[in-house]
């Protein structure tokens, strides 16, 4: 019972976080209730799961990593929009589908590749402190990237995007509620462990909801363009899987936290994707942005095309491990 009202407490405290946003959206059109309130509450939620799993010392292990970690970063912020940008034009993607393609390209890793990585058997502490600091640097990064892809891809019909209102709204969707979420886990650190399994149950169900959502309210589209956007989609992923575990072995990193680099390169959160395209370009019918569509195909497909690389994985390490045994 105590846990129950401490998550629906939270979930008040995310609500009230996400009001200015949701008042912004309500003073510029007649949204439905999943984009304006749901969406922001979700990703605020998801956000605060992950906060809640995290400490202080999460954004200083990179210190003790340096190199695994100065590898990661330059995948996920330099070579994944490149790569993004290189599979939209080779894809023949353009427009809104194109700038959602980029959205995702550069959207920080989430709650899920820190689960992806423990199954993997990677380097989990290293996988959570990837996600803790490249979400507060994403901050900076994605509104400039997405403004200059609106600028190259949609031309004269992009919609005026103010990238310094996108960066405070990524602030109080994203970082804001990893804060919160650090602070009731340094504060009341009994409370936290009490509440995580709960809270990350409840964060994973949402996931699940969003990217139903974003797939189903725009059905048409997406068969319109499966064609493109599911290669596109799968090109993504496979190309930063293996570019992120090949560059870590390059430089002679070991094999977990290399499974670590190359998962943090290659899977993003699509829920961050969802909303933000949604935040961007509503959809004139009521539905999600079609800007939100590649994150929310990506959403479902990150899954099938991960799970030969972390049966590869467990399947080597078993090798390796019986190998040392012997």
Known sequence: MRRGLVVLSILIGLLLISLPVQAQDLAEKEGNVIIDIVLPIALAFIMFSLGLGLTRADFFLVFNEPKAFAIGVFNQM??????????????????ELAVGLM??????GGVTSNILTKLAKGDTALSISYTAVISVIAVFTLPLIVGLSMSYFMGEVAPDIDI?????????????????????RHQASEMAKSIEKSVNF?????????VIAAIASEWD???????TLGPSVIMLNVLMLGIGYQSAKFFNI????????????????????????????ASPDGGLSTLSL???????LM???????IYWRISKTNIEENGIKE
């Open 78 to 95: 330099i070579v994944l929009p490149i790569i993004g940008f290189s599979v939209v034009i080779l894809s023949g993607l353009d427009g």
């Open 103 to 108: 959205i995702l390209a550069c959207c920080p």
């Open 164 to 184: 310094l209102g996108l960066g405070i709204t990524m602030f109080l969707l994203t970082t804001l509620p990893v804060l919160i979420g650090m602070t009731i």
């Open 202 to 210: 409840i964060a994973t169900i949402l996931f699940v909801i969003i």
């Open 221 to 227: 589209t997406l068969i319109e363009n499966i064609g």
């Open 254 to 281: 070991e094999a977990a936290k290399a499974t670590t680099v190359s998962i943090e390169s290659g899977i993003q959160n699509a829920t961050v994707g969802i909303t933000i395209g949604g935040l961007i370009l």
């Open 294 to 300: 590649p994150s929310g195909v990506y959403g479902v």
């Open 303 to 309: 899954y099938l095309i991960i799970s030969p690389f």
